[in-house]
């Protein structure tokens, strides 16, 4: 039989406290919240009277139910008022001694059954259970701000918790309407753990110069549908608050990744703290707006850098498989004339057809007129010689990812194509200066990162070696945009920015599975509420393909040689046994057979 929760205590009602007070109350659970003074204590209560009733004017609340809800929630300044109370939770500020003093209070002042929780964000539960006279009651139940809208709670046990409370506590926050997830006690938990790896290497590239912040945001934001771009997600965070994050979490892994960026103690030192002081990697209006100003690092629109620019009216398109067909079709769509050049007439009609096929489904569904459909047809020539590409302005190899085939193709490009023209590869792994160093003018050489299917992916990376001319690369990010995709800037490094930030996590992901740390679908499920993103990371691995992750895995880990970049054993072993994810029915998980 599950344990019924009738009485809970909070102790601390700030920012979190009050919020966790409104859960249980709406939960038609009896609340008594303990705050340090009487001035923090009527605090408390006015932000718990306020949010409820930001609730009633959006009609997320009766009146009545907020009135029943305050009826439930009594408000002290003495502990000993928890002495009956089922279940405690703890929102003190994030200190352990303090923490801890109140644990050892409450061991004094309530029942033997009841349960100690707390609702710390990165302080160990274990060090906290001992200082309790029972440690096998003591659990983590780690809200998100704000706690009455955010589903996501993580429940963390120690090596000493009893099965029953962590159960009972589970059970009681999917009675609250929550989504938790069972974790073990490491710093970070699931989510933020996950989360700040990955934040404090955005943080790293900017702070490298790899690329700059809008380019950082925008990759993420249109490349993995993330709902924020990285580096205004630390500034939403506070960049305080995620130093203290990352350095507590180094303490404990002495990971270097999570070392925090050397910049950001440089800007918390200068007062750069994010929105809340008007100024981080972003500016803004004022303190505490989410309103962002220009300022002296932001880049000029593209196609208005300034400098040269070189004319581009004609684009060849080197392949015929997935993604030279939807890069021929955006750029026919856009108004250029595309020569195709594919290995036999054969596929190079293919390439027509299957642009054909795309379009008549924008006709089908009214997006496009019969008239655009049929001159864009027109403007698409497909051709089996080099030769006919020797007026293009602009060439985009997109064929197999394979160096030697790829060096090859620049080879010819470079015998054919016109002086002057810009000559481009799709590779999402090779280096592109390779390609630039099959030719004799590595100048006009770049890479541009198209995400597939193209035809709707609005993010190119746009990738310059250190042999790209700046007006090639200003160009290309003109056409870019001219082609309605959004470009980024990034230097020629293994995963451009996308891959470089994503893989990585995945495989933080896959080695916290491995050290049965939580199970996949709680790791999934506290990624997708936690960090809103469209997908957790193992519906994402078995989407991608495991083969093809494990691939990019190894390209990161033998460019950067970062210890925590070696692909997880766990992944490995699933790519040779075969299970490659959706695609042969099996990965992570197991799917129907279609
Ligand atoms: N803010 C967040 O986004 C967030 C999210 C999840 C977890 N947390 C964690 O929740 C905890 C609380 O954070 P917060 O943002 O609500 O802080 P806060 O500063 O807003 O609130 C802390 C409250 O505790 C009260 N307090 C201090 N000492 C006390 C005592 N001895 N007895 C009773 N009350 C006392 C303070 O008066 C204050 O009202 C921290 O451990 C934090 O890491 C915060």
Redesign the pocket.
Known sequence: MAREFARVGV???????AGIVEVFARGGIEVVA???DEA?AT??RETLEASTQRAVDRSKLATDDREALLGRVRISTNLDDLADVDLVVE????RLE?KA??FAALSKVCGPETIFAS????LSITELSVRTERPHQVVGM????PAPVQALVEVVRTVVTDPEVLSDVTGLAVQLGKSPVVCGDRAGFIANNLLFTYLNQAVGMFESHYAGREDLDAAMRYGCGYPMGPLALMDLIGLDTAYEILDTMYRQSRNQRHAPAPILKQMITAGLLGRKSGRGFYTYAAPGSPEVVADSLTPPPPGQEGGDQRSVQRVGVVGTGTMATGIAEVFAKSGYDVVVRARTEAKGEGVVAGIRKSLEKAVVKGKLSESARDETLARVRPTTTFDDLTDCDLVVEAVAEDLEVKQAVFGALDDVVKQGAILATTTSSLPVVECAAATQRPDDVVGMHFFNPASVMKLVEIVSPITTAPDVTSTVRAVTAKIGKHPVLCGDRAGFIVNALLFPYLNDATAMLEANYATADDIDSAMKNGCGLPMGPFALLDVVGLDVSLAIERSLYMEFRVPGFAPAPLLEHLVTAGRLGRKTGQGFRDYQKK
Do not use: D, Y
């Not at 102790?11 to 406290?17: F, W």
């Not at 609702?119 to 990165?122: G, V």
């Open positions: 102790v601390g009602l700030g920012t979190m406290g303990v705050e340090v923090s605090h408390g929102a003190v500020p994030e303090l003093e109140v609702n710390t964000s990165s780690h809200f998100f701000n």
